[in-house]
């Protein structure tokens, strides 16, 4: 199952290059939320795997961003307790424009007038 958040990128980190075959990196975006009057803000940690690690290479701190990602979680068992490891494994990033909205520049976008002006109609049609 796949997720998608939109936050604001705060924090890039290095390439680990964890063995010889395998490489992480991981990054944060900052989201905040008015809930009831009180601003939330959240800092979410995203980790991108193999040929993933160049994604964030291409955006700048405090850009916006829309990543979409996966929910990863790890079992293991050390000395005989088991410990879990949860991932936000992030597989994209966009560009997003937080805050726009496109604005609707005429009154009623349900009215239609119908006209019997045959003059402006152009009949592009291939049949």
């Known amino acids: 199952m796949s997720y998608e958040i939109v936050g604001k990128l705060v924090a890039k ?66 000395n005989g307790t088991d410990n879990y490891i949860t991932n936000l494994d992030a597989w994209r990033m966009e560009t997003s424009k937080l805050g726009t909205t496109v604005e609707n520049t005429t009154s009623n976008t349900n009215e239609f007038t119908p006209t019997n002006n045959t003059d402006d109609l152009v009949d592009d049609l291939p049949f």
């Open 13 to 78: 980190f290095d390439i680990v290059q964890r063995t010889e075959t395998f490489k992480t990196r991981e990054f944060v975006i900052e989201k905040s939320e008015d809930i009831g009057g009180r601003i939330i803000t959240n800092y979410i940690k995203f980790q991108c795997v193999q040929d993933k690690t160049t994604m964030p290479e291409r955006f700048n701190i405090g850009d916006e961003v829309k990543v979409l990602f996966n929910i990863k979680g790890t079992k293991w068992n050390k």
